[in-house]
C-alpha cells in the first residue's frame, strides 16, 4: 500500500474542490460575527477548519507533495476568486442598482486582511502538512489521532500568529491580540477532536478504496516545489 505515482485520483480531485470551496466559503462567512456563548468570532470558524481535516487527510494518504499541490490549488483559486469580487465591487453599480453598500460589505475585502489571510493560509496549512508528514514517518504510520490533533495545533497557531497581527495590529487594542488568538487556536482545534471519529473513517476508507497509503521517505518539503507530485 505504499505506493506513490505521479497521478491524481477522482477521490484527490473531489478533496480539492472541497478543500476549494471552504477556503473560499471562510472569505464570506468571515464577515459575519457570530456569537458561541460568550466569545464572538467570525462565522468562517463554521467552515475553516474542515480545511486542515482535508489536510490531515490528503497528507495522510497521498503524502505531502499532494498536499503541496492541494495548498497552492486552493491558495490560487482562492485569490482568482478574491481577485474577481474586489474588480466586480470597483465597477460602478447600475443605475437600478441600490446594494453597493451590502455588496461591498460581504465582497470588499480590505488588502491587508487579505493579504493577512492569504500569508496565515500558507504558513498554516504547509506546518500542518509538514508535521503530519514528518510524524507519519517517526512513528511508522501509528498514532494518527496524536498527529492530526498535533498538526492542527500547530498549523492553526501560526496560522493565527500569522493573521492577527498582520490584520489588526494597532487596529484593535494589543493586550486583545493574544485572546483571540487563544480563542480561535482552543476553539478550531476542539473543532477537529469533535469530528475525529469521522476523520479516521474517512482516512481508512479512502486508503482502502486507493490502494495508497504514501511514506514521505526521502522526499523534498520546499513549498515551491508545486509539481513535483
Not at 489571510?117 to 500558507?122: R, V
Request: charged share 15%; glycine share 6%; with cysteine.
Amino acid at each position: 500500500m505504499r505506493k506513490n505515482t505521479s497521478k491524481v485520483s477522482v477521490l484527490f480531485l473531489l478533496f480539492s474542490m472541497l478543500f476549494t470551496v471552504c477556503l473560499i466559503a471562510a472569505n464570506l462567512l468571515g464577515t459575519k460575527q457570530i456569537a458561541l456563548g460568550s466569545v464572538s468570532v467570525t462565522g468562517g470558524l463554521l467552515v475553516f477548519p474542515v480545511s486542515y481535516i482535508i489536510n490531515d487527510c490528503v497528507c495522510e494518504v497521498w503524502g505531502y507533495r499532494k498536499a503541496r499541490l492541494l495548498i497552492w490549488t486552493g491558495f490560487a483559486m482562492n485569490f482568482f476568486f478574491v481577485a474577481i469580487c474586489a474588480l466586480c465591487d470597483a465597477i460602478p453599480g447600475a443605475p437600478y442598482w441600490n446594494n453597493d453598500v451590502g455588496f461591498h460589505a460581504i465582497f470588499g475585502l480590505a488588502p491587508r486582511i487579505v493579504f493577512a489571510s492569504f500569508a496565515a493560509f500558507l504558513a498554516g496549512s504547509f506546518i500542518n502538512a509538514y508535521v503530519m508528514s514528518r510524524m507519519k514517518l517517526q512513528s511508522k504510520g501509528k498514532h494518527f489521532s496524536l498527529r492530526a490533533i498535533l498538526s492542527t495545533i500547530l498549523g492553526e497557531g501560526a496560522d493565527s500568529l500569522v493573521f492577527f497581527p498582520l490584520a489588526f495590529l494597532g487596529v484593535i487594542p494589543t493586550n486583545e491580540l493574544p485572546w483571540m488568538m487563544l480563542w480561535q487556536l482552543v476553539l478550531k482545534t476542539a473543532y477537529e477532536v469533535v469530528v475525529l471519529p469521522v476523520t479516521i473513517r474517512v482516512v481508512a476508507f479512502v486508503k482502502h478504496h486507493e490502494q495508497e497509503d504514501v511514506y514521505d521517505e526521502g522526499i523534498s518539503y520546499d513549498i515551491l516545489k508545486i509539481f513535483n507530485i
